[in-house]
């Protein structure tokens, strides 16, 4: 399955080796981190192995400007035990506020929508990160309910805003 997208702007592909540099200028900003559910990365190698552990068959995209190919943010879409296809995003704060997240994020659920089947989908934001929520709202998401997730290694728990979205 070609798990390469292409939009106006950005070439979202799987993640390499070769990303470490770039991935590491946000995987390890503590700004970029705050409603993260992973811990900052303290190194390089630490961003190393994360690139290194992930399945090569995940649909775990890097967002690669077409300009330069400087890698400027990742995410991944990928089918929950409800069935419904979970969206996720991260993205380094020099590029904030210019559009990339949504552009994308609309892209992974073109491609799921696309090449998985996948009609329904979720994903949630913590409330404070209005930002975040804004990118939802672009996409087409809508209000599900209010809750929580914690960081992985339960050392923050944070108020969240659920939603969803179905496409026919």
């Given at each position: 399955m070609?798990?390469?997208?292409?939009?106006?702007?950005l070439?979202?592909?799987p993640?390499?080796?070769?990303?470490?540099?770039?991935?590491?200028?946000?995987?390890?900003?503590?700004i970029v981190?705050?409603y993260?559910?992973?811990p900052?990365?303290?190194?390089?190698?630490?961003?190393?192995?994360?690139?290194?552990?992930?399945?090569?068959?995940?649909?775990?995209?890097?967002?690669?400007?077409?300009?330069?190919?400087?890698?400027?943010?990742?995410?991944?879409?990928?089918?929950?035990?409800?069935?419904?296809?979970?969206?996720g995003?991260?993205?380094?704060?020099?590029?904030?506020?210019s559009?990339?997240?949504?552009?994308?994020?609309?892209?992974?659920?073109?491609w799921?929508?696309?090449?998985?089947n996948?009609?329904?989908?979720?994903?949630?934001?913590?409330?404070?990160?209005?930002?975040?929520?804004?990118v939802?709202?672009?996409?087409?998401?809508?209000?599900?309910?209010?809750?929580q997730?914690?960081?992985?290694?339960?050392?923050?728990t944070?108020?969240?805003?659920?939603?969803?979205?179905?496409?026919?």
């Open positions: 070609n798990r390469t997208i292409e939009t106006e702007r070439i979202l592909r993640l390499t080796i070769d990303d470490t540099d770039d991935v590491f200028e946000w995987a390890g900003d503590p981190n705050r993260m559910p992973y900052v990365h303290e190194n390089k190698d630490v961003t190393k192995a994360w690139i290194s552990q992930i399945d090569p068959e995940t649909n775990e995209f890097c967002f690669s400007l077409k300009t330069t190919g400087k890698v400027i943010g990742s995410g991944s879409i990928h089918q929950e035990a409800d069935g419904r296809y979970a969206v995003y991260n993205l380094n704060r020099q590029y904030w506020g559009g990339y997240a949504t552009e994308a994020a609309k892209a992974m659920i073109r799921a929508y696309d090449n998985l996948a009609r329904d989908f979720k994903s949630c934001h913590a409330t404070a990160n209005t930002a975040s929520g804004n939802l709202r672009k996409c087409g998401f809508q209000f599900e309910k209010y809750g997730y914690d960081r992985y290694d339960g050392s923050k944070y108020d969240a805003t659920f939603l969803s979205m179905h496409l026919e």
